[in-house]
Every structure is written in structure tokens, then in C-alpha cells.
């Protein structure tokens, strides 16, 4: 299909773009990389009267070294996330994560930003943010606030980010030395996962010290595994210590039953993927 008849705006600054965004209000939607909003145009599902293009911005692109955080412009595509030496040892997770998400051309073209705002649960990013405890730095009129993972996420497709606002960069606090695994459930390749887990693990000798886990696909937003979390840490990196806590993978959580499955069916996959991630970010 061919989409709605709508005029466009590429504006250079995060100023001018907010501009637009007050001018236009609710007849306008942000395009951050297309890799989400194009189709949705395309099958006329929305059909904004304006177009506000970010890939002019260039202060949105780029990924810099802040002391105790690695920090990611919202217009950076996931193919320059993903091969970026200060993402690969501070943040190995992101790195792994973006390697199953999509194919080479959406990789170029999407953006790490974009994929984060559009918050589809399903999403391959949401779980590992949120893992390591990303920072959103928002842009409105009022100026720039920042919001935690934790509260960023909200429901289904909905974030923080105000109407009039404009997600500016991603600051991911360094965990470096970190081991880090992404398994991903799908039918055939390049697809959203039917279900994901990122895990992310700090060892002491043969000791999981600590351990973040995240999934996608396990209700309307990303989750953090903290039952999960809790009662690996201290242990072993053994089978039966990881086999033990993955048993509580399902814990608070509410997975979308569909073509690819039921809830019950995804409860079983997560405890499995779980084992996996948190065995392989170990080094088991």
C-alpha cells in the first residue's frame, strides 16, 4: 500500500524540532530511522499530517566515553552501536543484542534511539537497557530531563517520553569485565523473537557475584528477571545452581498468547533460554 498524503520537515536542530513539534502537536509523528514507522504508514495503520525527520541532527548521532557511563546519541544507527569498541567492552550486552536484531539493512538504517522510543515489547533492546540500567535524557521545552529504565518502559508501544518531547541520548552505566549473552527464540531468522533473554553477569572466581536478566516478548513491556537475579547471586556457575534459578524465569510475567505460542508455552522457553544466557555469560 501506499501511505496517507503527508508533508515533511527535516529540521538540523533538536530546537528546531521541537519547534516543529509544538507547531504541528498531534498531526505530526517523529521519524528516527523509518525501520517502525514506515510500515505502519504504509499500511495506513497511522496517517500523520506532518513528518518531523531527526537524521539532519547530527548532535542526536555518536557515541562518547562520560567517566562511569558510555553514552549513545538517540539518531545512532544499531549497525555503529553494535561495532563500537566503547559499547563492545563497557556494555558488552547492547553489543551482543544488536547482532540478532533484524538484518544488515535495517541495522544501517534504524536507529538505536528509535527503536527504544517505539518501546514494542517484542523489541531486542528494551530488555538489555534495562539489564544494565540505562539513563534516558529527554528533550522538551522545559529543557532536558532524564528518566531510569525502570520507569521509561510504561505499557505496550508507551514510554516516558512526553508528546512534545524527544528522546536526545541513552547513557548506559559501564559494565566493564561483565560477562554477557543474548538468546533469541525464533521461527526463521531475522524475525522478533518469540521470546528473549539478555543475561549480564559479574564473576568472582568460579562465583556468579552478581547477575542482571532481562526479557522481550514476556508481557507488554520488557521485564527484569529480579526472582532470577536474587537467587543466582552468591552462587556457583555450575548447571544445577543456574538450572535452580531459571526455574523461576516465569515469575511476574504475563506473555501475549499467539500464532508462535501460548502464555504456558513461553513460560517453559524462558526458563530454558535463561539456563542458556546466564550459563553462557558465565563462560560455562
Known amino acids: 500500500m501506499i501511505p496517507a498524503a503527508f508533508d515533511y520537515v527535516a529540521p538540523s536542530s533538536v530546537e528546531e524540532a521541537l519547534a516543529a ?24 495503520l497511522n496517517a500523520p499530517e506532518w513528518i518531523i525527520d531527526l537524521r539532519k541532527i547530527e548532535s542526536l548521532r555518536g557515541i562518547r566515553d562520560d567517566g562511569d557511563a558510555i553514552v549513545i546519541g538517540a539518531m545512532t544507527p544499531h549497525s555503529v552501536v553494535g561495532s563500537d569498541p566503547l559499547v563492545q567492552e563497557h556494555a558488552a550486552l ?16 534504524g536507529t ?27 528533550a522538551g521545552s522545559g529543557g532536558t530531563r532524564t528518566v531510569a529504565a525502570d520507569d521509561f518502559f510504561i505499557d505496550l508501544f508507551e514510554t516516558a517520553i512526553g508528546d512534545d518531547e524527544i528522546l536526545t ?4 552505566p ?5 560477562g554477557a549473552h543474548y538468546e533469541k527464540m525464533v521461527r526463521v531468522a531475522h524475525q522478533w523473537p518469540i521470546v528473549s ?39 556457583p556457575a555450575s548447571e544445577d545452581a543456574v538450572r535452580t534459578a531459571a526455574a523461576r524465569a516465569a515469575e511476574g510475567t504475563n506473555p501475549p498468547s499467539d500464532l508462535n505460542g501460548d502464555a504456558e508455552y513461553k513460560n517453559h522457553v524462558v526458563g530454558v533460554l535463561t539456563r542458556r544466557a546466564l550459563l553462557a555469560a558465565a563462560g560455562s
Open 94 to 109: 547492547i553489543s551482543k543484542a544488536v547482532g540478532h536484531l533484524a538484518d544488515a539493512q535495517i541495522r544501517h538504517r
Open 112 to 138: 538505536f534511539g528509535g527503536a527504544l522510543a517505539h518501546a514494542d515489547p517484542a523489541g531486542d533492546l528494551g530488555a538489555p537497557v534495562l539489564c544494565l540500567g540505562a539513563e534516558f535524557v529527554i
Open 169 to 172: 541520548e541513552v547513557r548506559i
Open 174 to 178: 559501564k559494565h566493564t569485565g561483565w
Open 197 to 235: 533473554v539478555a543475561a549480564t553477569v559479574r564473576m568472582d572466581g568460579g562465583t556468579i557475584a552478581e547477575a542482571r536478566v532481562g526479557f522481550a516478548n514476556m508481557g507488554s513491556t520488557a521485564l527484569r528477571a529480579r526472582g532470577v537475579e536474587e537467587a543466582i547471586a552468591g552462587q
Open 21 to 44: 513539534l509544538a507547531q504541528y502537536g498531534d498531526e505530526a509523528k517523529i521519524i528516527a530511522g523509518g525501520q517502525s514507522l514506515l510500515p505502519v504508514l504504509r499500511m495506513r
